[in-house]
């Protein structure tokens, strides 16, 4: 079983930036391709960022891509997305994510997703 726990939100203004955290134990996450999700009130969770394995891939939404950066340290056992230029749209609570590892490649799909931590909100006042 893997735990995943998520830190770094808060409330921030429009233009600025935090950098979320997501702590893995239980297991080390070191195999998995890591993803952060997003969802705000009334909506579906949406995909956010996702990194491969060894952090030599990622990938983005269009919505968040050149101000938003995902990374990890294997050796800690922890994901990053760091967030810049920051919008009253990305206000949502934001879950990180380890993908089932029977797939290969990253997916983005949450349904490829079956860890998940309890989620950190990110408010963005305008």
């Known amino acids: 079983q893997v735990q995943l726990v998520e830190s770094g939100g808060g409330l921030v203004q429009s233009g600025g930036s935090l950098r979320l955290s997501c702590a893995a134990s239980?297991?080390?996450?070191?195999?998995?391709?890591m993803g952060w999700f997003r969802q705000a009130p009334g909506k579906e969770r949406e995909f956010v960022a996702a990194?491969?394995?060894?952090?030599?891939?990622?990938y983005y939404a269009d919505a968040v891509k050149g101000r938003f950066a995902i990374s990890r340290d294997n050796a800690k056992n922890t994901v990053y997305l760091q967030m810049n230029s920051l919008k009253p749209e990305d206000t949502a609570a934001y879950y990180c994510?380890?993908?089932?590892?029977?797939?290969?490649?990253?997916?983005?799909?949450?349904?490829?997703?079956?860890?998940w931590g309890q989620g950190t909100q990110v408010t963005v006042s305008s």
């Open positions: 239980g297991r080390t996450v070191s195999g998995y391709v």
């Open positions: 994510a380890a993908q089932r590892t029977y797939y290969s490649g990253i997916r983005f799909s949450r349904d490829a997703y079956n860890y």
């Open positions: 990194i491969s394995v060894s952090g030599g891939s990622t």
